[in-house]
């Protein structure tokens, strides 16, 4: 990556280098530029033998509707009875 272009991409984040350090950061981005175009190379064509690890529907077991439990039995032994579940809260 040409000095410059980095110099205007720190320029826009608002970023002090030194001479120095904006040939490093030219040279880390150069690198990182080339692994991302060995990624290209990667041929990610869909294959479903290979994506499906060997799962076929037909091992699969029949989907079949059945009767669930009552609301009441699943709800014995929850602290709030009101046809819910109370969770303690993870986010603030």
Do not use: W
């Amino acid at each position: 990556m040409e000095l410059d272009m980095v110099r205007y991409l720190s320029k826009l984040a608002k970023l002090d280098f030194t001479d120095e350090e904006l040939a490093r950061k030219a040279e880390d981005m150069t690198s990182i530029i080339e692994i991302m175009d060995t990624i290209k190379d990667i041929d990610i064509t869909y294959d479903p033998y290979k994506d499906n690890h060997n799962i076929y529907l037909e091992d699969l077991r029949a989907d079949e509707a059945m009767p669930s439990l009552p609301t009441d039995k699943l709800l014995q032994n929850a602290v709030n009875q009101d046809g819910c579940f109370v969770v303690p809260k993870v986010v603030e």
